[in-house]
């Protein structure tokens, strides 16, 4: 098992991703910052340290994580002003600094792969923060009674996440590094069945696979497979697939097929 990073990595991770995003800003939950730091406990001790260490490496973060509730949204940004790195050769495509950070990362653990490689990833492909549904609470029914169970991520069509209302365009689950993603596949058709996203995807930091929801006995379509050391090369075919107005349009065409009209 890889060993667990120290506070000044894990913030040093943090530092280059917001560094590579665009507009220099990263928002997360301060649950999620706390996974971040494998803490269990969340004393104000713990909260005071992690501030400093944020801003020794000259982040701001908004609210102060000091006062902020467990589930608040955090603002993370740089303190200095930085050129924005994304490319201008084409809008929808990183820099190359990006693909550079990207493939450069050291994952550890499930939250680490969510954080640092499926949001850039889908911020990146054209994703708000406003779409992104992160620890998606929903109902799955077994026989008369419902269970509350957690999605990864999921992305929605726009600030719309409720399940009977919002369109959910990709379902991501997240895996550790030792995790092989095949071996997920049925827990996320399961999720599937009752979020009905167009797409859903499997990660595991390393590995990607994407597939086409079908629903039902109907087999699902397997729409690609790479790795994130490949992203510079496959970047072109993953935005075609995942961008938010080629899934919506993706929707479409299911639901149009599978009415049969």
Known sequence: MASLKSPEEIVADIYKSIEISQGHMRRV????????FHF???SA?????????LKEMGIFAEPNIASAGISDWIKLSLISDRPNPMSKVASYRPSVEWFSHISSLRFVSE????????TPLFHALGYSDDQEAIGFRFDMWEGVKPKKVEADCVYFADDNHVNDGGQPLVLVECK?????????????RSYCYWIKPVYYL???????????YQGGAISDVLLFSTTRS?????FDLVHSYLNPKAVQAAGREREKRLSGV
């Open 29 to 36: 939950r301060l649950s999620t910052l706390r996974d971040l």
């Open 40 to 42: 269990k406990a969340w």
């Open 45 to 53: 001790t713990r909260r005071l340290s992690v501030d400093r260490l």
């Open 111 to 118: 939250r680490e792969v969510e954080v640092h490689f499926v």
């Open 176 to 188: 550790s590094p030792s995790h092989e993603i095949i071996s997920a596949v049925g827990q996320v």
């Open 202 to 212: 499997i990660t595991n930091g390393d590995e990607i696979q994407a597939y086409l």
């Open 230 to 234: 490949a992203l510079t090369d496959t």
